[in-house]
Each structure stands twice: as structure tokens, then as C-alpha cells.
């Protein structure tokens, strides 16, 4: 029982190592981050821009980048000529992507406890998934209510208070806790899969065939 207690890691030892791994990586990810983020800020914002087009029945005309900042036309594709209103957005990528590093970091921080590259990827899927919903929010809002201001939408309809109430909630709420949402996340499936290992199996045993009674020959 002592040598199994002495071989596990102290709380000490383990918050030691989570931090060291924390403060290297998180200035790795935040200089690979300044080279990236433009190029990853470019692909978020197209995929949410042609989901956005597709929902408010919108023609792209131009998706531009200028350093940090992705700029966005729109026009709506169901009016005539003489009705066109072009929309163009400024989306700086600094505005949802702001703790990638620091986000990347906590999930290194836990990789020496948690090496299941299930999780991770997962992780990594619902940072993307944030960021997409952020850029696809921000543009139905924004284009929303131009498209209200020119008179192509209802302004007192429904679908203008939905806009800016799923841009704000994910604006706020959100992003801005990203790395708790994530460090939470692993921090959970890590106590679930230590649990799992520590839970005892259960051994079956098998029971010893009976010996048969030698038969007594008659005779």
C-alpha cells in the first residue's frame, strides 16, 4: 500500500507541470498564432458568409482580406436591378479569435493527464463552431437590419430581435469565456475517464467443476 500511494504524483508536482507546460506553449501558440490567424480568420469568415447568403437569400460579391481584417459584400439576389443594396462588412479576426493561444494553451496543459485525441479534436471542433456562429451571427445582424433600414424587411418582425439576440448572447457570453468553456470541458472528461480506470472490474469466477462420485460396479 505504500509504495502505491508514493508512486502517485503529488497535487504539488501535477499543478507544477500544468503550468510549466502552460507558460512554454502558451507563447508557442501565440507566435505560430500571428503568423495563422489571418489565413484561419479568412476561412471562418467564408464558410459563415455563404451560410449567411444562403439563409437571407444574399449574393456575395467580394470577400476580401486586409491583414486582421476580413471585408464582406452582400446584395440582396431577389430584387431587381434598380433595388440593389451592396453591404460590405468589416470582420476583424481579433474580435472572436482573441484567446485562441491562451485556449490552445489550457489544452496543453492537460495533455500529460488526458491523452485521449478524441477529446481534443472535439475541443478543437467546438472552438471552430464558436467562431463560426460568431462571424454567422455578426453578418445576419448587420445585414439584417440594413436590409430593415432600406425597407426590404419588417422592422418590427421577429427575425430582427433573433439576430441580435444570438450575436449578443455568443458576442458576451461566449467567446469571452472560450477557455474556461474548454478548460471545463477537459477538466470533466478527464475525472470521467479517471474514474473509469480506477473502477474496479468486475472478475468472474469460474466454478470448479464437481467431481463425480465413482460408481460402485454391482455384482
Not at 59 to 84: A, C, M, W, Y
Not at 157 to 183: A, K
Request: glycine share 6%; proline share 5%.
Amino acid at each position: 500500500m505504500d509504495n502505491q500511494t508514493n508512486s502517485k504524483p503529488s497535487l504539488k508536482s501535477i499543478i507544477i507541470k500544468a503550468a510549466i507546460i502552460f507558460a512554454v506553449s502558451y507563447g508557442v501558440f501565440f507566435l505560430i498564432w500571428l503568423s495563422i490567424s489571418g489565413y484561419y480568420g479568412m476561412a471562418i469568415t467564408t464558410i459563415a458568409s455563404y451560410l449567411v447568403s444562403i439563409v437571407k437569400g444574399l449574393d456575395i460579391t467580394e470577400i476580401v482580406r486586409n491583414k486582421d481584417v476580413i471585408s464582406v459584400g452582400f446584395i440582396p439576389d431577389k430584387h431587381g436591378l434598380t433595388q440593389v443594396i451592396k453591404t460590405t462588412l468589416d470582420i476583424p479576426t481579433s474580435n472572436y479569435a482573441f484567446n485562441v493561444p491562451l485556449t490552445l494553451a489550457i489544452m496543453a496543459a492537460f495533455f500529460p493527464f488526458l491523452k485521449s485525441k478524441r477529446i481534443y479534436i472535439e475541443a478543437l471542433a467546438i472552438l471552430v463552431i464558436v467562431h463560426l456562429l460568431f462571424v454567422f451571427s455578426l453578418e445576419g445582424q448587420k445585414v439584417t437590419s440594413v436590409l430593415a433600414a432600406q425597407g426590404f424587411e419588417n422592422p418590427g418582425s421577429v427575425t430582427i430581435f433573433f439576430w441580435e439576440f444570438l450575436w449578443g448572447f455568443v458576442d458576451n457570453m461566449v467567446v469571452r469565456f472560450e477557455p474556461f468553456l474548454i478548460g471545463a470541458y477537459l477538466f470533466l472528461l478527464r475525472n470521467k475517464e479517471s474514474v473509469k480506470k480506477n473502477k474496479p472490474e468486475k472478475t468472474t469466477q469460474r466454478q470448479a467443476p464437481k467431481k463425480k462420485k465413482p460408481t460402485r460396479k454391482k455384482r
